[in-house]
């Protein structure tokens, strides 16, 4: 089997009479390249906008139109001397129904020999080609007849998050980003108020940034500048967004809680630390004694007003670190439904259900409801009375349990 596989295999490069290979027709001379064209482009249409309209506690209302930034694929031939990864191209000349080979950047990709005449190649463009400057910015087609070199670049991707370390920030404070076409950047702000963000450095797979000291921004995207060929101004948003804890309601920020709230844990030593945190200076401890089935919290008594329900509250938001094992916690409060209490699991809504994984900080940004809300994938914070005065994180006792100690960090609610 091996040897009849190794006879096909040097079969579909031999010389044919007809000056090709796999039955495609060839000529006989050395190859030539006249040009690559598109097959189709991203197109964004700036007339598309976004219209948003929020309510504050008044009632008085608030419109912010959003530009569209979003590029739509579209039928197109157009000759180029660049491309994108990921995207197909044909290239046309002469000699080429022979071709064994296609380098780019020296890089060898796979081509479909069945697209293939003695005039054109159809191509594409693997995440495998390098595209980081300096290149040789070549494409190099071989043939059974000799070999051609044509100028070609390949275009930086578009940058684009695969992480970060925080989805929540404060003033001033540095953000890493991970991805891919950060060495490109040459400037970002916040989609939502373009406030402009300091970049503290830059790879391609790495960016570090600073968050702008004064905003208006409760959240938002990020956008992106960056080169693209001879476009120095090329633009994009990221779809990770990001909350602006300066212009949220604060629980626990900075390290301590904040707005009056203190600890209002069943168990010691629940409450402030500063040997853990995510961000800032601390965070706050829940420990649960084994097969303890306590709540650890928050509560805010003195504060005239104390939390009350405002619709442009759109998200509770927070990290937290797991303990030995993987848990599932219910978030409870006074206004909640079942109160600052004993919630069990299989009596909680989804909203309320906090699976957190064990040893890692892992972000939750919880979606909140009306107090006539019934969605369960909506938090109903206000379910029983517009004012809150208590929030906290229940854990049911499980066979084999051990003594646990989780952390959360920069809980807020975020507009």
Request: charged fraction near 10%; hydrophobic fraction near 35%.
């Amino acid at each position: 089997m091996l040897a009849a596989l190794l006879v096909l295999g040097f079969a579909s490069c031999k010389k044919e009479d007809n000056g090709g290979i796999s039955g495609v027709t060839g000529g006989k001379g050395a190859p030539t390249v006249t040009s690559i064209h598109t097959v189709s482009k991203s197109v964004v249409d700036s007339a598309l906008t976004t219209t948003t309209t929020v309510y504050n506690s008044s009632g008085v209302p608030t419109t912010t139109t959003t530009p569209n930034y979003n590029p739509q694929v579209t039928a197109f031939d157009s000759v180029t001397t660049t491309g994108n990864l990921g995207n197909y191209y044909v290239l046309y000349g002469t000699n080429l129904g022979s071709t064994t080979k296609i380098v780019i950047n020296g890089v060898s990709i796979y081509f479909n020999r069945a697209l293939n005449s003695d005039k054109s190649i159809v191509f594409s463009i693997p995440t495998t080609v390098p595209y980081v400057q300096p290149q040789a910015n070549t494409i190099i087609i071989t043939t059974l007849y000799g070999a051609v070199t044509y100028k070609f670049t390949v275009l930086p991707p578009p940058p684009t998050i695969t992480g970060t370390t925080d989805y929540s920030y404060v003033a001033n404070q540095q953000i890493t980003l991970t991805g891919k076409g950060f060495a490109s950047v040459s400037a970002i702000k916040l989609k939502t108020t373009s406030d402009p963000i300091t970049i503290v450095s830059e790879n391609d797979s790495t960016l570090v940034m600073k968050m702008p000291a004064v905003s208006a921004a409760t959240e938002s995207a990020l956008l992106f500048t960056y080169t693209s060929g001879s476009n120095a101004a090329a633009q994009t948003a990221s779809t990770v967004v990001f909350n602006d804890l300066d212009n949220s309601y604060q629980i626990f920020v900075n390290g301590q809680l904040q707005n009056g709230w203190f600890n209002n844990s069943w168990s010691y030593p629940s409450g402030t630390v500063t040997s853990v945190s995510h961000a800032g200076s601390g965070s706050f401890q829940l420990h649960y004694p084994a097969g303890g089935w306590q709540v650890e919290g928050m509560a805010d008594w003195n504060t005239p007003g104390k939390f009350p329900y405002d619709p442009t509250y759109k998200y509770l938001t927070f990290w937290i670190k797991g303990g030995t094992v993987t848990h599932t916690l219910v978030l409870v409060g006074d206004q909640m439904v079942g109160g600052y209490g004993q919630v069990q699991n299989a009596n909680a809504y989804a909203a309320q259900l906090v699976t957190v994984p064990a040893k890692v900080w892992t972000f939750f940004k919880i979606p909140l409801g009306a107090p006539s809300s019934t969605n369960a994938n909506l938090l109903n914070f206000w379910a029983n009375g517009t004012t809150a005065q208590q929030l906290g994180f229940f854990l049911m006792g499980q066979t084999g349990d051990v003594d646990e100690d989780m952390y959360f960090d920069e809980m807020a609610f975020i507009k």
